[in-house]
Protein backbone atom coordinates (compact mmCIF):
# COMPACT_ATOMS: atom_id res chain seq x y z
CA UNK A 1 0.00 0.00 0.00
CA UNK A 2 2.78 2.58 0.66
CA UNK A 3 4.57 2.09 -2.69
CA UNK A 4 1.21 3.13 -4.25
CA UNK A 5 0.37 6.07 -1.51
CA UNK A 6 4.19 7.03 -2.99
CA UNK A 7 3.41 6.78 -6.09
CA UNK A 8 0.18 8.99 -6.17
CA UNK A 9 2.23 11.11 -4.01
CA UNK A 10 5.08 11.73 -7.15
CA UNK A 11 2.22 11.73 -9.34
CA UNK A 12 0.69 14.75 -8.25
CA UNK A 13 3.69 16.61 -7.98
CA UNK A 14 4.38 15.97 -11.28
CA UNK A 15 1.21 17.03 -12.66
CA UNK A 16 1.24 19.56 -10.21
CA UNK A 17 4.31 21.34 -11.79
CA UNK A 18 3.31 20.85 -15.31
CA UNK A 19 0.08 22.54 -14.96
CA UNK A 20 1.82 25.33 -13.23
CA UNK A 21 4.51 26.00 -15.11
CA UNK A 22 1.71 25.93 -18.51
CA UNK A 23 0.23 28.58 -16.37
CA UNK A 24 3.34 30.50 -15.78
CA UNK A 25 4.48 30.65 -19.45
CA UNK A 26 1.40 31.19 -20.52
CA UNK A 27 1.41 34.54 -18.39
CA UNK A 28 5.17 35.13 -19.42
CA UNK A 29 4.32 34.98 -23.04
CA UNK A 30 1.69 37.90 -22.66
CA UNK A 31 3.71 40.44 -20.77
CA UNK A 32 6.12 40.17 -23.49
CA UNK A 33 3.27 40.46 -26.13
CA UNK A 34 1.99 43.98 -24.38
CA UNK A 35 4.62 45.46 -25.21
CA UNK A 36 4.66 44.49 -29.04
CA UNK A 37 6.21 47.57 -30.50
CA UNK A 38 9.61 46.79 -27.90
CA UNK A 39 9.46 43.51 -29.76
CA UNK A 40 8.30 40.17 -29.18
CA UNK A 41 9.79 36.85 -29.03
CA UNK A 42 9.87 34.99 -31.64
CA UNK A 43 7.65 32.09 -31.81
CA UNK A 44 4.96 34.79 -30.84
CA UNK A 45 6.50 37.23 -33.99
CA UNK A 46 5.91 34.03 -35.89
CA UNK A 47 1.95 33.82 -34.42
CA UNK A 48 1.28 37.55 -34.38
CA UNK A 49 1.99 37.79 -38.03
CA UNK A 50 0.07 34.53 -38.79
CA UNK A 51 -2.93 36.44 -37.00
CA UNK A 52 -2.23 39.58 -39.02
CA UNK A 53 -2.26 37.51 -42.25
CA UNK A 54 -5.28 35.20 -41.75
CA UNK A 55 -7.19 36.46 -38.45
CA UNK A 56 -8.14 33.89 -35.52
CA UNK A 57 -6.24 34.78 -32.47
CA UNK A 58 -2.32 34.62 -31.61
CA UNK A 59 -3.65 31.50 -29.52
CA UNK A 60 -5.19 29.32 -31.81
CA UNK A 61 -2.10 30.13 -34.25
CA UNK A 62 -0.08 29.12 -31.63
CA UNK A 63 -2.06 25.64 -31.10
CA UNK A 64 -2.84 25.42 -34.96
CA UNK A 65 1.61 25.71 -35.15
CA UNK A 66 2.18 23.36 -31.87
CA UNK A 67 -0.21 20.90 -34.17
CA UNK A 68 2.11 20.80 -37.06
CA UNK A 69 5.23 20.75 -35.44
CA UNK A 70 3.38 18.06 -33.00
CA UNK A 71 2.82 16.14 -36.05
CA UNK A 72 6.40 16.25 -37.84
CA UNK A 73 7.77 15.29 -34.60
CA UNK A 74 5.46 12.01 -33.96
CA UNK A 75 6.38 10.79 -37.62
CA UNK A 76 10.37 11.51 -37.17
CA UNK A 77 10.04 9.59 -34.42
CA UNK A 78 7.77 6.85 -34.84
CA UNK A 79 5.54 7.48 -32.11
CA UNK A 80 2.73 8.58 -30.49
CA UNK A 81 2.99 12.27 -28.98
CA UNK A 82 2.39 12.03 -24.92
CA UNK A 83 -0.87 13.23 -23.49
CA UNK A 84 0.85 15.99 -22.02
CA UNK A 85 2.35 17.34 -25.19
CA UNK A 86 -0.94 17.29 -26.63
CA UNK A 87 -2.22 19.31 -23.28
CA UNK A 88 0.48 21.90 -23.61
CA UNK A 89 -0.40 22.25 -27.25
CA UNK A 90 -4.30 23.36 -26.21
CA UNK A 91 -3.36 24.96 -22.78
CA UNK A 92 -0.86 27.21 -24.12
CA UNK A 93 -3.08 28.72 -26.52
CA UNK A 94 -6.14 29.24 -24.33
CA UNK A 95 -3.65 30.98 -21.74
CA UNK A 96 -2.06 33.09 -23.96
CA UNK A 97 -5.60 34.57 -25.74
CA UNK A 98 -6.94 34.37 -21.67
CA UNK A 99 -4.00 36.47 -20.22
CA UNK A 100 -3.91 38.82 -23.25
CA UNK A 101 -7.36 39.64 -23.05
CA UNK A 102 -6.53 41.02 -19.02
CA UNK A 103 -2.97 42.43 -18.67
CA UNK A 104 -3.30 46.31 -19.67
CA UNK A 105 -0.59 47.59 -21.81
CA UNK A 106 2.51 49.64 -20.38
CA UNK A 107 2.60 53.04 -21.56
CA UNK A 108 5.63 54.08 -20.84
CA UNK A 109 9.23 52.94 -22.79
CA UNK A 110 10.67 52.30 -19.18
CA UNK A 111 7.69 50.13 -18.39
CA UNK A 112 8.01 48.01 -21.72
CA UNK A 113 11.35 47.36 -21.25
CA UNK A 114 10.75 46.05 -17.80
CA UNK A 115 8.02 43.88 -18.35
CA UNK A 116 9.71 42.46 -21.58
CA UNK A 117 12.40 41.49 -19.65
CA UNK A 118 10.50 40.45 -16.38
CA UNK A 119 8.28 38.63 -19.26
CA UNK A 120 11.61 36.50 -20.61
CA UNK A 121 12.32 35.64 -17.45
CA UNK A 122 8.91 34.24 -16.30
CA UNK A 123 8.68 32.41 -19.56
CA UNK A 124 12.56 30.80 -19.01
CA UNK A 125 10.99 29.70 -15.74
CA UNK A 126 7.34 28.31 -17.00
CA UNK A 127 9.53 26.19 -20.02
CA UNK A 128 11.82 24.91 -17.11
CA UNK A 129 8.85 24.01 -14.28
CA UNK A 130 6.49 22.28 -16.63
CA UNK A 131 9.34 20.22 -18.76
CA UNK A 132 10.63 19.46 -15.55
CA UNK A 133 8.45 16.45 -14.46
CA UNK A 134 8.68 14.51 -17.71
CA UNK A 135 5.03 14.36 -18.56
CA UNK A 136 5.71 15.85 -22.26
CA UNK A 137 7.32 18.85 -23.25
CA UNK A 138 5.18 21.20 -25.18
CA UNK A 139 5.42 21.08 -29.34
CA UNK A 140 8.54 23.43 -29.58
CA UNK A 141 10.26 21.90 -26.78
CA UNK A 142 9.92 18.69 -28.05
CA UNK A 143 11.34 20.32 -31.29
CA UNK A 144 14.25 21.53 -28.99
CA UNK A 145 14.56 18.33 -27.28
CA UNK A 146 14.46 15.93 -30.08
CA UNK A 147 17.21 18.08 -32.02
CA UNK A 148 19.37 18.20 -29.25
CA UNK A 149 19.49 14.32 -28.52
CA UNK A 150 19.60 14.22 -32.14
CA UNK A 151 23.08 16.13 -32.47
CA UNK A 152 24.50 16.29 -28.81
CA UNK A 153 24.29 19.92 -29.42
CA UNK A 154 23.21 22.22 -26.14
CA UNK A 155 19.94 23.08 -24.87
CA UNK A 156 21.07 26.70 -24.93
CA UNK A 157 22.14 26.30 -28.48
CA UNK A 158 19.10 24.73 -30.10
CA UNK A 159 17.02 26.79 -28.77
CA UNK A 160 18.78 29.84 -30.00
CA UNK A 161 18.80 28.54 -33.09
CA UNK A 162 15.16 27.68 -33.28
CA UNK A 163 14.37 31.44 -32.11
CA UNK A 164 16.33 33.24 -35.06
CA UNK A 165 14.88 30.93 -37.69
CA UNK A 166 11.50 31.64 -36.33
CA UNK A 167 12.31 35.35 -36.11
CA UNK A 168 12.74 35.56 -39.75
CA UNK A 169 9.67 33.75 -40.58
CA UNK A 170 7.24 35.89 -38.63
CA UNK A 171 9.19 38.82 -39.47
CA UNK A 172 8.56 38.24 -43.24
CA UNK A 173 4.61 37.73 -42.26
CA UNK A 174 4.73 40.92 -40.68
CA UNK A 175 5.28 40.18 -37.19
CA UNK A 176 6.36 42.90 -34.57
CA UNK A 177 10.42 42.68 -34.67
CA UNK A 178 12.32 44.48 -32.35
CA UNK A 179 15.44 44.93 -29.42
CA UNK A 180 12.73 42.47 -27.96
CA UNK A 181 13.03 39.85 -30.35
CA UNK A 182 16.62 39.99 -30.63
CA UNK A 183 16.85 39.65 -26.97
CA UNK A 184 14.72 36.40 -26.45
CA UNK A 185 15.96 35.28 -29.52
CA UNK A 186 20.09 35.29 -27.77
CA UNK A 187 19.53 34.96 -23.91
CA UNK A 188 15.75 32.54 -23.70
CA UNK A 189 17.61 29.57 -24.97
CA UNK A 190 20.57 30.41 -21.72
CA UNK A 191 17.83 31.53 -19.21
CA UNK A 192 16.19 27.83 -19.84
CA UNK A 193 19.52 26.04 -19.43
CA UNK A 194 19.47 27.07 -16.10
CA UNK A 195 15.98 27.01 -14.95
CA UNK A 196 15.18 23.87 -16.08
CA UNK A 197 17.84 21.66 -14.41
CA UNK A 198 17.07 23.73 -11.14
CA UNK A 199 13.41 22.75 -11.60
CA UNK A 200 14.29 19.47 -11.90
CA UNK A 201 16.27 19.82 -8.32
CA UNK A 202 12.58 21.13 -7.05
CA UNK A 203 11.06 18.64 -7.91
CA UNK A 204 13.20 15.83 -6.93
CA UNK A 205 13.18 17.27 -3.65
CA UNK A 206 9.87 17.33 -3.07
CA UNK A 207 9.32 13.93 -3.87
CA UNK A 208 12.01 12.53 -1.49
CA UNK A 209 10.71 14.82 0.71
CA UNK A 210 7.43 13.09 0.52
CA UNK A 211 8.85 9.95 0.07
CA UNK A 212 10.61 10.80 3.41
CA UNK A 213 7.16 12.08 4.91
CA UNK A 214 5.49 8.62 4.25
CA UNK A 215 7.54 6.49 5.63
CA UNK A 216 8.25 8.22 8.68
CA UNK A 217 4.08 7.92 8.86
CA UNK A 218 3.76 4.84 8.16
CA UNK A 219 6.74 3.21 10.75
CA UNK A 220 5.10 1.14 13.32
CA UNK A 221 5.57 2.12 16.98
CA UNK A 222 8.05 -0.15 19.06
CA UNK A 223 6.47 -1.98 21.89
CA UNK A 224 9.11 -0.68 24.09
CA UNK A 225 9.10 2.80 23.20
CA UNK A 226 9.27 5.06 26.30
CA UNK A 227 10.95 8.17 24.47
Known sequence: MSYFIKEKHRNLLRWSFFFIGLVILGLGISMTMQVKEFGIGPWDVF?????????????????IAG???????????????????????????????????????????IMQFIIFIAGTFVIALGIGIYVAPDIGAGPRDSLMLLITKATGWKVASVRNGIEI?????????????????????????????????????????????????EDIYQRPLRANHHD
Do not use: C, R
Not at 47 to 63: A, C
Not at 84 to 109: R, S
Open 47 to 63: HYGLFLQFGLTVGTWSI
Open 67 to 109: LLIVTVSSVIQKTWPQVGTLLNMVLIGLFIDFFNWILPEPETL
Open 165 to 213: IVAILGFALGGPVGAGTVFTALFLGTFVGYTLPQAKLWLQYLIMKGDLY
